[in-house]
């Protein structure tokens, strides 16, 4: 996990986290310096500066006729997350309502990418049910090295949900056992070597996901589907 990673999260694309941490080095300076440091165009740079003062991170002022940039401190990033949250908030009985209102409910999502993933994990927190897992370590602790993952095994554990897997054989010695601190159980099955994806059960949803470079993952919302698969999974953890 680095500083870029973290301003993405925040909601920066790529370049803008690169643009930020740069005119916090900096101080303040113009467009056209700021494209030479950033090894982007001067017309992109106005178009990615104007994007960074829409969503609050950047202001600016004149000297003369030039046009200054600033980045706003960091601790005002927090202060934005908290507005958002606040915001939000405020709607979120409204959205509930309108999602209840749709006859047609989606009842099998397909999720691309890791963002895609990310958004299957954050439905296990709101869902807030234990979790079961079962998938080949060596591929998902490619997750590990993701920030979304640490910050969703640390809110997992504050908001007491359980996960129980089944994989393969664990080489990571902190991994390796069930944890009650962690709230984590492990069962370890050669065979699962094999195994190239994850599936999982919370609630009354489950579904698949893979681990390649653009990973895919399919969520089921159907109570059959998660107790049968559960059945499976109890009998493999047995």
């Not at 890791?114 to 370590?137: Q, R, S």
């Not at 050669?190 to 195994?195: S, Y």
Request: aromatic fraction near 14%; charged fraction near 25%.
């Amino acid at each position: 996990m680095d500083v870029y990673s973290a301003l993405e999260e925040f909601g920066l694309n790529n370049r803008e986290a690169k643009v930020y941490v740069k005119l916090l080095e900096l101080g303040s300076t113009t467009a056209s310096q700021l494209a030479k440091y950033v090894n982007i165009l001067r017309p992109t740079m106005y178009e990615v500066l104007n994007e960074m003062i829409k969503k609050g991170v950047v202001s600016y002022s004149f000297s003369g006729r030039k046009k200054i940039f600033q980045a706003l401190n960091p601790k005002v990033l927090t202060q934005i997350l908290e507005d958002k949250k606040r915001m939000l908030q405020d709607f979120v009985p409204e959205l509930v309502n309108i999602s209840k209102a749709n006859t047609s409910e989606q009842k099998v999502t397909t999720f691309f990418g890791e963002k895609g993933l990310k958004a299957i994990y954050d439905d296990m927190l709101v869902t807030n049910k234990d979790i079961f897992h079962i998938f080949n370590y060596q591929e998902y602790s490619k997750l590990f090295k993701l920030y979304w993952i640490q910050n969703f095994i640390q809110k997992r554990v504050e908001k007491k949900i359980w996960f129980r897997a089944v994989v393969n054989k664990i080489t990571d010695p902190e991994l390796k056992k069930s944890s009650k601190k962690q709230l984590r159980e492990i069962k370890s099955l050669n065979f699962l070597k094999d195994f190239k994806m994850s599936m999982f059960i919370y609630g009354d949803k489950c579904g698949f996901f893979t681990f390649n470079e653009q990973p895919v993952g399919i969520l089921i919302e159907n109570p059959l589907i998660s107790s049968s698969l559960k059945v499976l999974f109890n009998n493999l953890y047995s």
